[in-house]
């Protein structure tokens, strides 16, 4: 089992940033893959940033120069750093991850999940 909690949402304006924090608990050995997936209301669950076990990243074409992932491990904390948000950016963002050393895109694949943390921009 693997516990995630998100934590670091928030409202901001239009180019501005935040950085989001997952703190992951239990069998390391089930996070083969830890990322980042948002819903917008209306709309799909979509993956936004991903980490394998051997730390390559994975992003959405939306996000690709604006937001980095990484993995803090004295923390043992998945980060997503957003910076130049868009309101489009605006969703509920959740923490992710599955054992199995590949990420794949649909969020079906994943098999714990966090509570999620609000995102908001403002334009």
């Known amino acids: 089992q693997v516990q995630l909690q998100e934590s670091g949402g928030g409202s901001v304006q239009a180019g501005g940033s935040l950085r989001l924090s997952c703190a992951a608990s239990?069998?390391?050995?089930?996070?083969?893959?830890m990322g980042w997936f948002r819903q917008a209301p209306g709309k799909e669950r979509e993956r936004v940033a991903v980490?394998?076990?051997?730390?390559?990243?994975a992003y959405a074409d939306s996000v690709k120069g604006r937001f980095t992932v990484s993995l803090d491990n004295a923390k043992n904390t998945l980060d997503l750093q957003m910076n130049s948000l868009k309101p489009e950016d605006t969703a509920m963002y959740y923490c992710?991850?599955?054992?199995?050393?590949?990420?794949?895109?649909?969020?079906?694949?994943?098999?714990?999940w966090g509570q999620g943390t609000q995102v908001t921009v403002s334009s």
């Open positions: 239990g069998n390391a050995n089930a996070r083969g893959c």
């Open positions: 992710a991850a599955r054992s199995v050393s590949w990420c794949p895109a649909d969020p079906g694949a994943y098999n714990f």
């Open positions: 980490l394998d076990r051997f730390n390559n990243p």
